[in-house]
């Protein structure tokens, strides 16, 4: 089977200026994750280890780097896929957690459950022996900066088509040499989110969806639109019918017409062939290609 990674690092209006960290942090994912998957890495260790990367940078709305709530303080959401059974862990709206998606991951193999939440989850990662972090080390001055300026603007809204947001949501879609699919999507959700909500990211179906025998998707933009529409199944079911860069398209298309949303989608289909599309102002992604490159891309 092809052996095939494709990430992305958020879609909205990246700031220019931006442009340059999103790229380097999607290509030291792409470069660090992919010639491991090559030496046989199963699907679901490559998404979690290009999300866990991506977490780690803080150029991203995702572990450090993620926007801060209403009240000052990050929120994650995450969750991972694994295509050959249907499996997922999710957690959403923990605290003080450098890698959620590895918390996630954790929920679907330790325990009898898919997804925990807030106060639960935060129990259950002790638990389990995960480090938890100062409130500050997840924090960057670029989004004290931000959260400072939206405050003073009461007619801040996240999804106003094209607010330009300084950083974005991560996620990673993998196939390996097996033809198993598995994807993943972190992030910190919206600027100035109402304490305890919860976006499209670590919902099944909307923030991302992976099956062996249709493909695997993983999607950014404005979550209450995406929830509507459950962007990554939707596409991953279009993916039966026709080529997957066309079902990535009619999948943005039904998030534009039906649920008025904007934001972006990656993902790969049964045959190993990638897939894109956005109806932002621009997007941050890259995949491997068939001479092993890096190809990068952010607009
Ligand atoms: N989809 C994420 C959310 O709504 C945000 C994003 O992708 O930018 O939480």
Known sequence: MPIRLIIHGGAWSIPDEMDEAHRG???????????????????????????????????????????LNEK????????IIDGATLSFGAVAAVQNLLHPVSLARKIMEETEHSMLVGQG??????????????????????E???????NKDPDFKPHHPFEPLPSDTVGAVAMDHLGNLAAATSTGGTPRKMAGRVGDSPII???????NESGAVSTTGWGEAIMKVLLSKTVCDKMLHMKAHQAAKE???????????????????????????????????GWMDENNEAQVRIR
């Open 205 to 211: 179906g909307a923030g991302a969806y992976a099956d």
């Open 25 to 67: 942090g999607v290509r030291n994912a792409l470069m660090t994750v992919y010639p491991k998957l090559q030496k046989g890495m199963s699907a679901l260790d490559a998404v979690e280890l290009a999300v866990n990367l991506l977490e780690e940078d803080p150029t991203f709305d995702a572990g450090r780097g993620a926007f």
């Open 121 to 142: 989850a935060q129990a259950f990662a002790q638990r389990i022996g995960f480090e938890t972090l100062e409130p500050q080390a997840l924090l960057t001055d670029r």
């Open 251 to 285: 999948g943005i298309d039904i998030l534009h017409k039906k649920g008025k949303g904007f934001g972006g989608v990656i993902g790969i289909n049964t045959l190993g062939d990638y897939a894109f599309a956005y109806n932002t102002e621009k997007m941050a992604w």
């Open 144 to 150: 004290l900066a931000y959260y400072h300026q939206i």
């Open 72 to 79: 000052g303080e990050i929120e994650l959401d995450a969750i």
